[in-house]
Each structure stands twice: as C-alpha cells, then as structure tokens.
C-alpha cells in the first residue's frame, strides 16, 4: 500500500506554471508507474502523464510539449511542471501509482488538488 499527497494547485493566469508535486508513503523505487491524472467538470477522468520506474515518461496528446512529469526517487515524490498553461487544463489534478502484480494491477489514488487557469 502507499498513501499519495498532492500539492501545488491553484489559481494561475493563462500562459503561467504550476509544478504538482506528489508525495509518496513509501520508496518510489517500488512503485511500477506513478502518473497524474486530471477530471474537469462533467468530465471523465484522464490520464495526463505517467512515468514507469525506469523513467520513461508517456504523455496526452493536449499536454505535450508543454507538461513534464519526473520523479524523484530519493525525495520519494513524482512532480509535474505544467507549462504555458491554458483555461481548459482546468481540473482537478490527482496522483496515481501503480504496482503490477502477477494477475492484476494495484491502483492508489490521491486526493486531489484544483488548478484553476483563468484566460
């Protein structure tokens, strides 16, 4: 098990930046893939961006070029840098890992933390 803790969200002008940090219980060395995903009113949730433990980063086609996930490994945090940002990133932004096991995958969640990107 590991319980996540998300900060860094608010209220930020169109063109600005955010970093989400995500705090984790335990190493992020054990945790398979960690990623941000993102829930807009009347919106599905959607994955924003993962990082696998090896490092390999997958981004949504609407944030590329623009987000960066990493995580850090000693600080047992994953952080995502939210760049030139735009009215219809606004959601709110949750934390996820991910441990594989044999015959299913162990999803943990955050609890969330609201950006809001005002135009």
């Known amino acids: 098990q590991v319980r996540l803790v998300e900060s860094g969200g608010g209220l930020v002008q169109a063109g600005g930046s955010l970093r989400l940090p995500c705090a984790a219980s335990?190493?992020?060395?054990?945790?398979?893939?960690m990623g941000w995903y993102r829930q807009a009113p009347g919106k599905q949730r959607e994955l924003v961006a993962d990082?696998?433990?090896?490092?390999?980063?997958n981004y949504v086609d609407s944030v590329k070029g623009r987000f960066t996930i990493s995580r850090d490994n000693a600080e047992n945090t994953v952080y995502l840098q939210m760049n030139s940002l735009k009215p219809e990133d606004t959601a709110i932004y949750y934390c996820?890992?991910?441990?594989?096991?044999?015959?299913?995958?162990?999803?943990?969640w955050g609890q969330g933390t609201q950006v809001t990107v005002s135009s």
């Open positions: 996820n890992a991910k441990f594989f096991r044999a015959t299913k995958i162990n999803d943990y």
């Open positions: 335990r190493s992020t060395f054990s945790i398979d893939v």
């Open positions: 990082i696998t433990s090896g490092g390999n980063g």
